[in-house]
T-cell receptor, first 117, second 109 residues
Framework: GAVVSQHPSRVICKSGTSVKIECRSL??????MFWYRQFPKQSLMLMAT?????????EQGVEKDKFLINHASLTLSTLTVTSAHPEDSSFYIC?????????????FGPGTRLTVT | EDQVTQSPEALRLQEGESSSLNCSYT??????LFWYRQDPGKGPEFLFT???AGEEKEKERLKATLTKKESFLHITAPKPEDSATYLC??????????FGTGTRLKVLA
């Protein structure tokens, strides 16, 4: 199956600072990537859909100015959490679909654990 | 409103004790139902895609089935390494998924 990586796997930052998380598709080109967040023992909540070369589509209730998404190439999408606060601490996961296949399964990265102190 | 419900929330099985996990859904036009396995602190790992009622997929000790209202993930003779959270997601017509809350499975040796 398709491989998606994320970096970093863990990050600790101070309140008020910004953090960038990278999501890469390693063996395919992804025109669309997805960003999720997951709280402990809860399911994945879609934050936004990242489209290569265009603006991201955010889900209702997600602050666009706080969670900046850039999909500048067919293999890389980034999520920047701006002016992070402790309530932004969470597990952030990206996924991508291989457009070279006719199936619609998404392949997920290993996730990034963000802790804001 | 599109919705996915998984049951039970948690399940403890003895090694070798077969069981089934349920995923019930209400969507306006199903374009795919997906099963994933998620280990603690990791991203979900793809297991199966089902597209139409009556479809079945198998992989080792796992078998997924689909009806018009629900899907089952059958686990036959589970082993401790099958312990994980199993997530169900539906695709109602766009590229977006709607996830259920998952079933946390613990298989005891």
């Amino acid at each position: 199956g398709a491989v998606v990586s994320q970096h970093p796997s863990r990050v600790i930052c101070k309140s008020g600072t910004s953090v960038k998380i990278e999501c890469r598709s390693l063996d395919f080109q992804a025109t669309t990537m997805f960003w999720y967040r997951q709280f402990p023992k809860q399911s994945l909540m879609l934050m936004a859909t990242s489209n290569e070369g265009s603006k991201a589509t955010y889900e209702q209730g997600v602050e666009k100015d706080k969670f900046l998404i850039n999909h500048a190439s067919l293999t890389l999408s980034t999520l920047t959490v701006t002016s992070a606060h402790p309530e932004d601490s969470s597990f952030y996961i990206c996924s991508a679909r291989d457009p070279g296949t006719e199936s619609y399964e998404q392949y997920f990265g290993p996730g990034t654990r963000l802790t804001v102190t | 409103e599109d919705q996915v419900t998984q049951s039970p929330e948690a399940l403890r099985l003895q090694e070798g004790e077969s069981s089934s996990l349920n995923c019930s859904y209400t969507v306006s036009g199903l374009r795919g139902l997906f099963w994933y396995r998620q280990d603690p602190g990791k991203g979900p790992e793809f297991l199966f895609t089902l597209y139409s009622a009556g479809e079945e997929k198998e992989k080792e000790r796992l078998k997924a089935t689909l009806t018009k209202k629900e899907s089952f993930l059958h686990i036959t003779a589970p082993k401790p390494e099958d312990s994980a959270t199993y997530l169900c997601a539906v695709r109602p017509g766009t590229y977006k998924y709607i996830f259920g809350t998952g079933t946390r499975l613990k298989v005891l040796a």
